[in-house]
């Protein structure tokens, strides 16, 4: 891997991949190219003039912006696709122009200040460049940064503008990656859904105009996961050049796709203008979030491999994040919030009897929390109901060998808390206006070091206070009414942002006072489940969707970017409480068994021919959690596409695989099924429901199997080399 610089050319590079960025005669920065490796002296830009376009000089009229691809385009200087940044001067300039200065280039990655962002443990693993541009008139300079790794066909994109010389300006826009793709036919994948139906696969073809997908809800969101997949069209699992681009960002953020006239496609992602506006005074500078674009030649599959890894290993952190997960068994869906001591300790009890490892007790455990109109925000244990107190709940947990967990949703506020009667302003809220509440609830104002220091300082006591091994942060509404009394008027467009900055500020504070503990996002399931939190806890609720055939649509989806170690997925009771659908528990356990492994029901309510078969699933797991956690991982069916689902995890060394077989939907007279597996070494000799079969066979041939005629059969194989 390297970074060079040659004939006004840079080229980031590793043994299979190029990013080429030209200074242009005129100064500008110019995107040539990002795909598989090629050389750079032979990449050239089309500098034709056309029909309606601008030029800057007359000596020079073949060069124009309003068509050459650009690296971090400006607004208004005759390029009249969409801008990367916008700005505004004190006195109303708003159309700059940025040109080269200088550049650097440093080994390894520098962190981003207050912002999450992939790391490197070692310089040698990547080399970053920081290309500086400015315009001297407009008083503004721009630093762009790029990573570019040795082992991972990546970049690592993000910007740096300041306010130069100028009173103050207005930022009214600042992409973290812009990036001009040649005249093609393209098509994209976005990650959309609601509530429960997370992380859906849409596939679009691109078209002219502007399409994309965008989150205003102050976090990432159920709706639309800050993903974008980028392709050739026709692309598939094992097929053609894929761009995937994932922003590494808790709060609102813009998808943008532009084919223009010329059949171009500029493709941006990063915050969301909507009432964006960031006030910069004189030196002030704004960071933007950081995106991640891998690319792969050869279709979905190896961009996913390339994230989950790279996500898995370097931009998890902490002690938990090579570990092995615990099983939990988490008793909101078994008891809600109707629950004694003596009901845990019974579900207690069942749990590890059969092997569980961890007790997560859910919401309603502190204020006077009985059902989900108050106390958000009085996280003072609640003595009476849990029979003492949470110390000694989870040394009873521990008596039991099991680690002890807690929720808690520490961004909120019910209007019926003793902290919103004593610090009603501490809520986001426009003054003199009826809130619109969400869950009866609202959000605290993380734009305010107060509040956040009150939040922390909470949760360290309670966290300090007992052996508490496992925290769920949960997240249970979105943002309406914003406004922050803290902030000046002109500042109010900066709200969304610095609350991401308070969150991320709050999270690192908890996390490196307790290094121990495992932490697991939420937001009412995969309303955060994005990069930014990941790099804060190294798993994710996935959904509050526990039914196995919809988890089928919302795993599969998600694993197009996020590793299966970062999936929170358990088995939860028939009929399921969001679909009703009955499934049987071999078929919830081999969906479930996919991520963060757990139960979520009454386990007090089961015979002792499910409880058996429990314990043979948590056996199973414990053997096989290394593979799923830390394998490479294929998709062989898409249940979206088709009425089977089927995934596998193989080794590093190829040594061992599991797959994974699941009729989503079963036919009559059905066919026999080729399950063609995948990442084998061809030239190898595995064993396989005791028979042995090379690797090319298995891959070539398949398995066949006659799947049988009911909906939710499912085997899972164990391959191993001889
Ligand atoms: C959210 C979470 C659930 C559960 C409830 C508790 O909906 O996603 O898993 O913790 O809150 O109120």
Request: aromatic share 12%; hydrophobic share 35%; proline share 4%.
């Amino acid at each position: 891997m390297s970074i060079e610089f040659q004939n006004n050319k840079f080229h980031l590079f590793n043994d299979t991949m190029s990013y080429i960025v030209e200074v242009s005669r005129q100064g500008d920065l110019l995107h040539l190219y990002f795909g598989a490796r090629v050389d750079a002296d032979d990449v050239q830009p089309s500098v034709k003039m056309r029909g309606f376009d601008c030029c800057a000089n007359d000596s020079d009229a073949e060069y124009s912006l309003s068509a050459l691809p650009q690296e971090y385009p400006s607004a208004g200087a005759s390029d009249f696709r969409s801008p990367a940044y916008e700005i505004e001067t004190d006195n109303g300039l708003h159309t700059p122009e940025l040109k080269y200065k200088s550049h650097e280039m440093i080994n390894g990655k520098p962190p981003i200040s207050g912002l999450p962002a992939v790391y490197v443990e070692n310089d040698s693993e990547a080399q970053t460049l920081v290309i500086t541009a400015a315009d001297e008139v407009h008083g503004i300079e721009v630093k762009l940064y790029y990573t570019v790794f040795e082992n991972f066909n990546a970049i690592c994109r993000h910007s740096e503008i300041t306010n130069i010389s100028n009173p103050y300006i207005y930022l009214n826009n600042a992409q973290s990656v812009s990036l001009d793709f040649p005249a093609g036919a393209y098509e994209y994948i976005h990650l959309e859904g609601a509530w429960a139906r997370e992380k859906h696969i849409d596939r679009n073809t691109v078209h002219k105009g502007t399409q994309g997908f965008e989150s205003r809800r102050g976090a990432s969101g159920h709706v639309e996961n800050p993903f974008l997949m980028f392709f050739d069209k026709g692309a598939n699992e094992e097929y053609g050049n894929v761009y995937g681009i994932s922003l590494i960002y808790s709060g609102n953020h813009r998808f943008s796709m532009e084919q223009e006239m010329y059949e171009t496609v500029r493709v941006q992602a990063g915050i969301n203008p909507f009432q964006f506006r960031f006030k910069l005074n004189k030196g002030e500078r704004f960071v933007t979030p950081e995106a991640v674009m891998v690319y792969s030649r050869d279709g979905f599959a190896k961009m996913s491999n390339t994230f989950h890894k790279l996500y898995r290993t370097r931009l998890c952190r902490g002690k938990w994040r090579d570990k092995e997960r615990p099983i939990l068994i988490n008793n909101w869906e078994g008891t809600y919030f109707d629950f004694t001591k003596e009901k845990l300790l019974a579900i207690a009890d069942v749990a590890s009897e059969i092997g569980i490892e961890l007790f997560v007790l859910d919401d309603g455990w502190f204020g006077k929390r009985d059902n989900d109109n108050c106390s958000l925000g009085d996280w003072y244990e609640n003595k009476e109901k849990l029979g003492g107190t949470l110390s000694e709940l989870a040394k009873e947990m521990n008596k039991r060998g099991l680690k002890f967990g807690l929720w808690f949703e520490p961004e909120m506020i019910s209007p019926d808390s003793d902290l919103y009667r004593e610090h009603p302003d501490w809520a986001i809220n426009v003054p003199n206006v009826k809130p619109h509440l969400g869950r009866h609830q609202l959000v605290l104002d993380y734009t305010r070091a107060e509040v956040c220091d009150y939040i922390v300082e909470r949760i360290t006591e309670i966290l300090g206070n007992a052996n508490i091994e496992y925290v769920k942060w949960d997240m249970n509404r979105n943002m309406s009414d914003v406004y922050s009394l803290h902030l000046d008027a002109d500042c109010q467009g900066e709200f969304y942002h610095r609350y991401i900055l308070g969150l991320y500020d709050v999270l690192d504070r908890i996390i490196t006072a307790f290094p121990d503990i495992l932490f697991e996002g939420c937001s009412g399931g995969g309303g955060r489940n994005d990069p930014g939190m990941l790099y804060y806890m190294p798993q994710n609720w996935a959904s509050d969707d526990t039914d196995a055939t919809e988890r089928l649509y919302i795993q599969y989806g998600g694993s197009m970017v996020y590793p299966a170690s970062t999936v929170g997925a358990h088995i939860s009771a028939v009929p399921n409480h969001q679909t009703g659908r009955i499934s049987s528990l071999s078929m919830r356990g081999t969906v479930a068994m996919n991520g963060a492994f757990g139960y979520e029901l009454d386990l007090t309510s089961l015979g002792k021919s499910e409880l058996d078969e429990m314990k043979k699933q948590i056996a199973f797991y414990k053997n096989n959690r290394h593979l799923v956690m830390n394998g490479a991982f294929y998709r062989l069916f898409n249940p979206f596409t088709s009425r089977h689902s089927a995934w596998m995890y193989v080794s590093e060394d190829k040594s061992k695989a599991l797959v994974y077989y699941v009729v989503k939907t079963a036919r009559p007279s059905n066919e026999d099924v080729y399950l063609k597996l995948k990442g084998l070494d061809e030239n190898a000799k595995y064993t396989i429901s005791g028979k042995t079969q090379s690797g090319r066979t298995l891959m070539n041939y398949g398995i066949v199997i006659n799947s049988g005629e009911h909906d939710g059969n499912n085997m899972i194989f164990e391959v191993k080399r001889v």
